[in-house]
């Protein structure tokens, strides 16, 4: 199992998410219903779910970073891994016509719904890119805020994906990231299932490593606003009480 195999399962596996072959990442979801229940179960209201394009709803992600964010009229955000840009359309929302969201994303068939969405809802701050969250197509010192959402345990070097966000964010720029961590030792079999890659938990880093992840990628006044613990119907009974979902704060 090599970093290259683990993106190239993952970029599959949410490409049917994005053309709705799949309905969310993990396996006890459903249909639209379903994806409506996680995403209110995630954090976000059905006021927030109303106000932007359906399809940009699509049942992933683990909490809400627009809602703690505290993004400013006017801000450029970043968001990595945006998917079908559900937080880059309720951040838009809140930059208004003089702020811009940039979402990056590593799967094609993502960013095409992504613009597609933006296109429906006549979007005109918001801007979708492809590429990998190792790798931002992004100007240093460009980014006032960025968010992500259950997307940086996707990949498997964490350090270069907060070095490369601590490079585009401006001097004073923030992060608010939603993730998955460990809160325990996991089977090592888990470690090595692509499945549970794909399902956000295989990655998912120990909790105080996370977090000095992030600082040594040089942010500071690291902190998790909001933590509690993670669940669903038929999860590994070896995992019940292990899996974080987190909501970590830091600044440049």
Known sequence: MNERDIKEFVKERYSKVATKEESCSCSCCGGEESIIEQAKEAGYTMEEISSIPADAVLGVGCGNPTALAEIKEGETVLDLGSGGGIDVFLAAQKVGDTGKVIGIDMTPKMVETALKNAEEGNYQNVEFKLGEIENLPIEDGTIDVIISNCVINLTPD??????????????????????????????????????????????????????????????????????HYYAEPNMDERLEGKILSIQVKAEK
């Open 158 to 227: 964490k350090s270069v994906a907060y070095s490369e966000a601590f490079r585009v964010l401006k001097p004073g720029g923030r992060i608010l990231v939603s993730d998955l961590v460990t809160d325990g030792e996991i089977p090592e079999e888990t470690r090595k299932s692509f499945q549970a890659w794909s399902d956000c938990i295989a990655g998912a880093m120990e909790k105080q490593d996370y977090l000095e992840t992030i600082h040594g990628a040089g942010f500071k006044d690291v902190k998790i606003v909001e933590a």
